[in-house]
Nanobody, 130 residues
Framework: QVQLVESGGGLVQAGGSLRLSCAAS????????MGWFRRAPGKEREFVAA????????NFADSVKGRSTISRDNNKNTVFLQMNSLKPEDTAVYHC???????????????????????WGQGTQVTVSS
């Protein structure tokens, strides 16, 4: 059974940084595209970033592009999201997710409600104060 556990969230002032981690178990981690999504109060779930199985390809939402990096350690079954220059509008619960599909299919469908990410973590709260 796939289990994804996020950590690293918290309260930070605008302009600050956070590094989120997601520890995965119950899967062959290197076979999965990993992604980060977020849901702010009263808003729809939003794609944040994704990374290919080997880490060679990444994709970011425009809202975080240039301020964030995504990386993974396949030896430690962990994916990271480094967020810099945080803004109050980044406040949300951040979830990591795993896709067994190809990079191309995963990216092509990532904004759809029924996207390729079949496994989800419970999330970690990020709050950015102004």
């Amino acid at each position: 059974q796939v289990q994804l556990v996020e950590s690293g969230g918290g309260l930070v002032q605008a302009g600050g940084s956070l590094r989120l981690s997601c520890a995965a178990s119950g899967l062959t981690f290197s076979n999965y595209v990993m992604g980060w999504f977020r849901r702010a109060p009263g808003k729809e779930r939003e794609f944040v970033a994704a990374i290919s199985r080997s880490g060679g390809f990444t994709n970011f939402a425009d809202s975080v592009k240039g301020r964030s990096t995504i990386s993974r350690d396949n030896n430690k079954n962990t994916v990271f999201l480094q967020m810099n220059s945080l803004k109050p509008e980044d406040t949300a619960v951040y979830h990591c997710a795993a896709s067994r599909d190809s990079w191309g299919k995963t990216i092509a469908t990532m904004t759809r409600p029924n996207n390729a990410f079949a496994s989800w973590g419970q999330g970690t709260q990020v709050t950015v104060s102004s």
